[in-house]
């Protein structure tokens, strides 16, 4: 017999216990924490129940607020999407989604593959009506006063035109808008200068057509934005395609890592330095806190009927407590339904723009 959740009062989170690099006992241990710093969260947690069960067992802060399911197949990183909509079926990534889609909980999380993850998503909640390519919305680090700005696409679609790059736009600024609490976002679209005239076909008639939308939308289009704006303060969403978005933030996370190691070698070179170091040891634990991954992780999946989190594969407790806390955030806002009455109220002026160019396009 399933058990069903009595989370009476809580904000239930489907979570995907297995596939990430660090295990279950990775995943326990971030929710734990959630649980500590958060009593209006509850979970339904999805993988082999026996495992499951000795885990949760260990965290007296879990006791009550755990449901849950038994599978006995995991998506490895390795599988290929066809593979897994085709034959996944008992997996912890399938029991997760199902039960978002049930109604179960407000939005799930997992850290397994991307590409399956989407694939299932997209199958089992289907996009919002009038959503042609669901997108992959990060936080990145900025100059910002809330700290982070949203880019998307960042992979789950290679390819977008002029009308995926304005449902961009749209959906990034509903997202900024329920998740940063910013009232009036502003918008930029990622091209290689600034100047109107620069830029594919698709991007100038994107930057018409996202310029049309910015009233009745409610966000500022501040124009084509460049790379070094990503981090910066001109915008507060970076809108782009799946397939340069993903290299940005791979380039981002190398650098950053880059950036780490190099400070740790510039500390250790002499004497002098190493007590530098610890006479900013404060200044230095600040700076980490800052720029730490694990913080702000988690790429929320825009689009579907559905909130989804798709947690770093090599997470720890720290980066799987806070994609929880990202989902427990837009979940407690109500943000899927905003984004899908946002959708809906301009998918059909959407698509009369779509159907006559802007003069940036002709």
């Known amino acids: 017999m399933t058990e069903q959740p009595t989370h009476a009062g809580r904000i239930t989170i489907s979570v995907d216990a297995m596939g990430g690099d660090s295990g279950p006992a990775a995943v326990v241990a971030g929710i734990a924490k959630s649980a500590d710093k ?3 969260i509850a979970f339904i947690l999805h993988g082999p129940e026996a495992m499951l069960r000795k885990l949760v067992a260990k965290r007296r802060v879990l006791n009550g607020r755990v449901v849950f399911r038994d599978c006995p197949d995991v998506v490895t990183m390795e599988d290929k999407p066809s593979q897994v909509v085709r034959h996944g079926k008992q997996t912890s990534m399938w029991s997760t989604l199902e039960s978002v889609r049930q109604g179960e909980a407000h939005g799930a ?11 299932l998503s997209m199958m089992r909640l289907r996009k919002l009506p009038g959503v042609n390519r669901p997108a992959i919305a990060i936080l990145w680090p900025s100059r910002n006063p809330q700290g982070f700005n949203v880019m998307l696409d960042v992979g789950a679609d290679v390819r977008a035109d002029a009308k995926d790059l304005l ?11 329920n998740g940063m609490a910013l009232e009036r976002p502003r918008i930029g679209l990622l ?22 939308f910015a009233d009745q939308a409610s966000f500022d289009f501040v124009g084509f934005v460049e790379g070094s704006d990503i981090p910066g303060d001109k915008a507060d969403v970076i809108i782009t395609d799946g397939f340069t978005g993903n290299v940005a933030i791979k380039t981002g996370e190398g650098t950053a890592s880059l950036i780490g190691d190099l400070l740790r070698e510039a500390f250790k070179y002499s004497p002098l330095s190493r007590l530098a170091s610890i006479l900013a040891i404060t200044s230095l634990q600040r700076l980490k806190k800052r720029i730490d991954p694990r913080r702000v992780n988690g790429g929320v999946f825009l689009g579907l009927n559905g909130t989804v989190v798709k947690s770093h594969g090599g997470a720890d407790s720290t980066g799987v407590s806070a994609a929880v806390k990202l989902a427990f955030t837009l979940a407690e806002s109500g943000f899927a339904e905003k984004l899908a009455a946002r959708v809906a109220s301009t998918a059909e002026l959407a698509q009369d723009a779509a159907d006559t160019p802007s003069k940036a396009g002709e």
């Open 38 to 40: 958060n009593p209006d």
């Open 109 to 119: 999380v997992s850290c397994g593959n991307t590409g399956a993850l989407m694939a």
């Open 167 to 177: 449902q961009y736009a749209l959906m990034g600024a509903s997202y900024a808008r």
């Open 191 to 212: 091209n290689v200068g600034t100047e109107e005239h620069k830029g594919r076909a698709e991007l100038k008639e994107a930057h018409g057509m996202i310029s049309d």
